[in-house]
């Protein structure tokens, strides 16, 4: 264990046996001759005191010494001895979030009680939902990503930097053989286009790198978007100097927080490098521009790009706040079997307000009026390759109303498997001034919930079950509303 983490213990407990025998620091420090400061830093975790210091302690409080030094907590403890001892505070780099380790110590030693409280909620919570440690990485690496609206100015930057040492002219749609060319003059890459296709189990897999050899495994699935992709992010984590990675595509497993973060990095870097930010902001400016809606245009400017309808998507999310202040939006992916009436939601992201939609662990159905269904349901039976609607989405009850694109493709890796990708912008005064194609009555506005179990809409045939959170909640209301009426009729 960590030697400041002993420290942390060794106060705990100590705090612990002196508050049990009413003891004051003043007290304490009577009784064994002991400084009241030096007390103080010790129940802190700022100091462990020598054996000698330990055994007067443990005469005094007439406590055995092996139990003062073990470390091993009671069981109104014992939550925050689990915490240290997981290490998860070392993993998580606290600084991105302008957070110490050390300020996170001092609120464990000054309200030991509260704090253990707190992290039994938050056990119970994530052993409810079967929240696993790569749920709790994804969900810091998403709010650090709301935390910085999701735009990275130094990456920008590196991108830049890439592009000039390398005489890559950004104006044109890179390829993948552009791309290719410098991973193995540069880099020294072997790329390997045949060995995954030998293994039946990694028939998802697009992507693994050995790092002994240089060697890139690619699938034989894979179009020429996504090639472009894993060389570009390949690119990023080299020039960016990370070496601390993933090293498959989708990952399949990670050692600590940082290779999540660097993952997250690299990716960036790719879209950046392969949707340049001075070609995509003047295009978007042109549609938002236009008191109609050009789907045409707008799908035009995705062809225009060597990337995926979710690059490109997620690409908006870093360009739409900083160079629109657009920031109140959310980002889904979708995924649907054929012959499944399940929907997941494997992917979100949120800028600034925590609106609906949002994943639910609940087996809830969720909305199917949403324009994201919608496409899923369309790219079944369509022989088009994407499939695309935008919808003006009116939550019901909740009082925010988003515009909404939504993409739907194929996935090319799954049989009979579909996914779709969407943005929502939240319709407000700073979206007026941006886009001014809002009231195009073209766009079809739709009353939609968040889940058929908590949706208050009327006759709605798209519902999948009753709304029987609510009717749980319009109960307890009841309940509560006759209660009161007896109190006040036999108070007196």
Known sequence: MEQEYIKLIFGLKLKQIRTEKDLSLFGLSKICGLSKSYLNEIEKGKKYPKPDKIILLSE?????????????????????????????????????????????????????????????TIIEIAQHYSFSRESFFLASLRSYQEANNNYFENLEQEVLKFAKAYHLDLSKKLSSKDLEEILIEEYGYIINNGELEKYEALENLRSLFVPETKTLLLSADINEAQRAFIYAKEIGYNFLAYTDRLYSFPWIKFENFDQVLNNFYASYFAGALLIPKTQLTPQLEEVFKEGKFNADKFLSIIDNYNASPESFYQRLTNILPNFFAI??????????????KKYHLKKELHLSHQHSPRANETNEHYCRRWVSLKVLNDIKTSQKTHEFDIQISNYQGEGNQYIVLSSATKDPFKDNQYRTISIGLLMNKQLSKKV???????????????TCERCAIKNCKERQNSAIVLDRIDKNKKVATIVEELHNKFKS
């Open 60 to 120: 005094k409080l007439e406590v055995p010494y092996d139990q003062m030094v073990s470390l091993k907590l009671d069981k109104n403890l014992a939550p925050i001895g689990d915490l240290l001892q997981s290490k998860i505070l070392k993993e998580i780099p606290l600084d991105l979030f302008g957070i110490k380790e050390s300020d996170l110590i001092d609120i464990v030693a000054n309200a030991p009680a509260k704090v253990n409280a707190f992290i039994s």
């Open 327 to 340: 920031q109140n939006l959310f980002f889904l992916r979708f995924t649907h079997r054929l012959g499944s």
């Open 436 to 450: 001014k194609f809002l009231n195009d009555p073209s766009i079809k506005t739709q009353q939609v919930g968040v």
